[in-house]
């Protein structure tokens, strides 16, 4: 319940892109405040920021399957923002604040790849902003389709 | 000798590639219930996954020097085993649980690499995966050669 | 005026530039003891090591402001050491020892870009190298103009 009225909420936040000469600028408006674009897209190669799993809040939620539910949906709109799908992701970093969380973060995780998984890092990190327990980047090269 | 041991094991290990589309995934058998690939090309790009320095039982050795090998010995068969060589890495991060180990990582490490050394961040981690105390991922590009 | 001091001291360091085949390697020679390049540039792309803000002393200044100016003035050199200017960087990482700095990195942080900003990941780290409360790294690519 929680979850979805949080999944429900990020649907709605806007998106904008901003084209500056041959490189395309993703920037989340609630975060348009921040000195940071959610994503950089030059050419094929999109450059993920790091993601945090916030609720409509901007609250890291209690439950972390809804955290790494919303940490994954954030990455996945950034992605198709972009024009690109989660299948284009080629690396991933995960930096998580308690190694205890793995097996969740995976369970969840692994639902967002059909093709083969990306390159992958799971770090161990020192505390992270807002409390979260994993911040998480990347990178996307879209298929030649 | 428990260093000679342990790499012998790494050299049999299975390393399955699949392509997919226009892109390669470099996945090591014994760590294939894992969400992730050790390596992911594209095009001359090898996007390379955290790397941890395990013997053949999966765990840290107890001599920081073996753990080393351990780990440049992964990068190295991920590398190779995308068609590329250590020659071709541009792009290097070490994450490091414990930075007194700062002289003994390098050591070891620079006799990696002979035109050259890759761009390269030394980073003080929390707790690692498996209490490893590097994990390194980085990026190579396949040279015109 | 420590500031200064310290930014004068560094426009004075030496960058040297390794053009090995495709690729060309950015080191500085104040560190060119270290197995690392400050940056790697293949084609296009400048893969960017983790700098830190030292004073001509080699060490953190005692005032976190001068240490961010510090860190982003060696961003800054590299990248232009490489040919490229602040507007071209796509992908940056901040790795932090004290998010209680978040606000005072921001403040000098967004003044370095014109055109938008890179997508960026602010990580909460473990200790890092020389006491450093920041270490940065990122991607940048050079621009069609």
Redesign the interface.
Known sequence: MTSRFALIALLFCLITT?T????K?I?DDSLSA???????L??D?L????HLGLDKSGKVPANVEDEVNLVMEAIKKTVESAGLTMDDV????V?C?D?SL?DSF?KI??TY?K???????????????RDAHF?V?G?A?K???
């Not at 500056?20 to 490189?23: G, P, S, T, V």
């Not at 093709?115 to 902003?129: D, I, Q, V």
């Open positions: 901003v500056a000469d041959d490189r600028h920037v921040f000195p940071f674009s959610n994503g950089v030059v050419g190669t450059y993920l920021g790091g080629v690396s991933i970093q930096h604040s190694l793995y995976n995780y692994k790849f093709n083969g998984y990306p390159a992958r890092a799971f770090l161990g990190s020192g505390k992270l902003l911040e980047l990178i090269v298929k030649s389709r």
